[in-house]
């Protein structure tokens, strides 16, 4: 890897721009930028999951996702490079397949929450859903990878499905929604 970051300061952002991948600036409030700082903030969140300890089978999931991410926030700051494949959108889709299978149907809506490793997997299903967002808002004036786009649309269901996890694991159990004549 050698050293890639010999300074943490380099003043060369003052003017409100920032350097791309490949070398060219862009400006710091740029759409591309905004997608990477939401992929930044959801990988952060995700530590947060990390943090609480999960069962091992979320920690492997969820450290693979982290790398895939980076991996994500790396191809947005290569514009024209893609570096995520249909494979990486198949992986997901496996693991929201394996968790749900362990799971009771859903005939409620689940409000976030169901201790604190489910609670913080919501919020990071919320983020992911900006980092979605924020990556079809770029699609619209500059060229994004379709497996891009549908990694962050499946991420967003295997948070879903890991909350769901991570509730009932904890003893907790998952919040359902109540009609406002019910609570």
């Not at 952002?13 to 862009?26: E, I, V």
């Not at 069962?55 to 024209?80: I, K, M, N, R």
């Not at 998952?174 to 406002?180: A, G, M, T």
Request: glycine residues 10%.
């Amino acid at each position: 890897m050698g050293n890639r970051l010999t300074r943490i300061y380099t003043r060369t952002g003052d003017d409100g721009t920032t350097g791309l991948g490949d070398g060219s600036r862009a400006d710091k409030d740029a759409p591309r930028l905004a997608a990477i700082g939401d992929v930044d903030e959801l990988n952060s969140a995700l530590a947060l999951v990390l943090a609480a300890s999960p069962p091992p089978p979320v920690v492997a999931c969820l450290e693979a996702v982290q790398h895939d991410l980076f991996t994500l926030g790396g191809e947005l700051s290569l514009p024209g490079q893609t570096l995520l494949s249909a494979g990486d959108v198949e992986r997901l889709e496996q693991a929201i397949d394996g968790f749900n299978a362990e799971l009771p149907l859903l005939r409620e809506f689940i409000l976030p929450g169901g201790g604190q490793a489910a609670a913080a997997c919501h919020l990071a299903r919320a983020i992911c859903r900006r980092a979605e967002r924020s990556v079809v808002a770029l699609a619209r004036v500059e060229t994004v990878g379709v497996p891009l786009r549908r990694y962050l649309n499946r991420l967003s269901d295997l948070l879903f499905v890991l909350a769901r996890v991570l509730a009932r694991d904890s003893g907790a159990g998952e919040v359902y929604w109540r009609k406002r004549d019910e609570y």
